[in-house]
């Protein structure tokens, strides 16, 4: 077990992401739910603006926990094509999910940041996750704020598997820091000691910190 809670591995990811702060208006972006609390700490540690973006897993129909993609706020997809010809899905079958999954990320897009997302252009822009897996939450956040043109976007969680890592670098990250990339890697839950589902009101409750802190954005 590598980390107690994701609040301890935001204060222990946030000593590694010191030293890579070039203070060019950053911003901590954290992905809902899971990793709120991560990057809540990082942005506090850091003394930085704290944000959300949803972003949508898209399941396997069978296996719902296994990703063939991620759907940005923009509506776009960004497709595991291995994962989508090994379960032979077609591009109806993708367009429902999608469709069902870009309700849902409206909906917390509303409830989180009354529909307002923050300003990325010219930033430089930390996307914090509690972990990555297959890596496509990840690279459609990262696809997304590229779209903005910021200074450079770095990619940041607790814990992925190396090959994840080496997939975003080579995608879309400028950068990307990981404590750690423990091997064998078979989900992110195992490497936390609670790692219980957030809710709305507890990614609710992180932003009101946030807000009393003066680092919520926006405003």
Known sequence: MLF???EEAGRRLAELLKDV????NPIVIAL???GVPVGFEVAR?????FSIIPVRKLGVPSNPELA???????GDVYLNKSVVESFGLTPEIIEEIRQKEYRELLRRLELY???KLPSLGGREIFIVDDGFATGFTALAACSFAKKREPYKVVLSAPVAPADTVLMLKQNCADDVVVYETPEPFFAVGMFYEDFHQLTDEEVIKYRELAKELGI???L
Do not use: H, I, T
Request: hydrophobic share 35%.
């Open 68 to 74: 063939f993609g991620a759907v940005d706020p923009d």
């Open 45 to 49: 540690a850091l003394g930085v603006k």
């Open 21 to 24: 702060v070039e203070d060019v």
């Open 113 to 115: 940041l009354e529909g």
């Open 4 to 6: 107690k809670n994701r």
């Open 216 to 218: 919520w954005e926006p």
């Open 32 to 34: 809902p739910r899971g």
